[in-house]
């Protein structure tokens, strides 16, 4: 399916921001090694990130709807430099990197719903699984990009580089990295200059806060009410709570089941990413828009595998099992992205629905981590907690499905009783 070009430089725009993200967060880890902190401040970045989703929610929204989505892309790419930059000034790595989630926060809103202004209903889903392919791809390569950048033997060679009559004070390993990474938000920068105008204009935005929360709760009270808007946010709320929540479950796994090291471990990560990319490829080529909401026993069929990791103790075995546990993940969260999106977009402006979205999906991450860092602080077996996890996640799906199945005999009996009337 072809798409317009403004959408590839969307795609190139998107790529570079989130590598140099996700390069930023292992050089801000390697940032709080170097400074001694303790080790519970590293899952902190995480959420110190994720915190601007949540509370500007009400915010991002309308912002992203004021401007032409290209201009606000550019200024919040700026911000994200910003945030970069403050590593620079011994700011600590946390208030530093909660700036970059101020500026990824204000992004989204722009990047996804620029999609609904620039493509029809039809292409949305191949449009959400080529975003979803390459923001995984981006999330791999970033943190591939961040290890490679804080390895001794790389930052010798980049901090060798002498420019001449000039002194850079770039004199750590970290810093020598953080340059490069500042000039991948660079070429970002680039890319959204060049992305086109589509014209959409919206009403006023308002600006007074507590109007701007009002608005947003009216949004978000639309979409859960809605009957297709309920099942895609529900889904999609849960996927990427879950998802966050993996990555910190893998890490264990690997290190208490399969006995590897941290880098070993981390590669596995990269093995369930690869798998959500190839999940959300096929999702775009094989499901349209119309039949997003047959993927959802895959989510249940998600949750039971996620299970069968406590009888895997063999990194062979290990491999394929977490590359399936991703391809079911992005085959049931592409359709239901798109699905949300386009009720958004019908229901409200697109900026308003992708900041309900944000608002939900961050919460989830935020809940979820909080009640593994519990968990773990309880000394429960990871198996345990593999377990309650995957029947949390095939539970859940399982009633989102049910709740779908009533709300169809409900439209079924009230168009039944239109028709007798008539």
Not at 24 to 48: G, N, R, S, V
Not at 239 to 247: D, H, R
Request: some cysteine.
């Amino acid at each position: 399916m072809r798409m317009n070009r403004g959408f590839y430089t969307i795609m190139a725009a998107q790529f570079f921001s989130s590598l140099a993200d996700n390069a930023l967060l292992i050089a801000a880890i390697a940032l709080l090694t170097d400074m001694h902190a303790p080790a519970w401040m590293t899952p902190l970045l995480k959420l110190f990130f994720v915190l601007s989703y949540v509370l500007l929610a009400a915010f991002v929204g309308a912002f992203a709807d004021a401007l032409p989505k290209g201009r606000v892309m550019f200024i919040t790419n700026l911000i994200k430099i910003g945030g970069c930059a403050l590593m620079f000034f011994d700011v600590h790595p946390l208030l530093a990197y909660a700036v970059v989630g101020f500026g990824a926060a204000a992004y989204s809103p722009a990047k996804y719903g620029i999609l609904t202004e620039l493509l029809p209903p039809e292409k949305l889903v191949a449009a959400n699984g080529w975003i979803e392919g390459l923001t995984v791809a981006s999330i791999i390569l970033g943190t591939v990009m961040g290890g490679a950048l804080v390895n001794r033997r790389v930052a010798n060679i980049l901090l060798s580089i002498d420019i001449p009559m000039f002194d850079t004070g770039i004199d750590t390993p970290v810093e020598a990295a953080l340059c490069v990474i500042v000039a991948c938000y660079f070429v970002a920068a680039l890319f959204n200059l060049k992305i086109p105008d589509t014209g959409a204009k919206y009403a006023h935005q308002e600006r007074n806060p507590i109007r701007l929360i009002a608005d947003f709760a009216s949004c978000y009270s639309r979409l859960w009410k809605d009957k297709l808007g309920q099942i895609s946010l529900a889904v999609t709320t849960l996927f990427w709570g879950a998802g966050a929540t993996l990555q910190f479950i893998v890490l264990k796994w690997a290190e208490k089941s399969l006995h590897l090291p941290l880098d070993r471990a981390a590669a596995l990560q990269g093995v369930v990413a690869v798998g959500v990319a190839v999940g959300a490829v096929g999702a775009a080529r094989f499901i349209p828009l119309t039949k997003s909401l047959t993927v959802m026993p895959m989510g249940v069929a998600m949750g039971i595998v996620v299970m069968m990791m406590t009888m895997v103790h063999s990194a062979e075995i290990a491999y394929p099992l977490l590359i399936l546990i991703g391809v079911l993940s992005g085959f049931f969260v592409v359709p239901m992205n798109a699905l949300l999106q386009h009720r958004g977009y019908v229901l409200m402006s697109a900026g308003h629905s992708v900041a309900v979205q944000n608002f939900n999906e961050n919460m989830s991450v935020l809940t979820m981590l909080v009640l593994y860092a519990v968990m773990v602080r309880l000394d429960l077996n990871v198996n345990y907690v593999i377990i309650l996890f995957g029947l949390f996640v095939s539970g859940t799906m399982y009633m989102v499905m049910r709740r779908h199945a009533a709300n169809q005999r409900e439209h079924d009996s009230v168009a039944l009783i239109g028709e007798h009337r008539h």
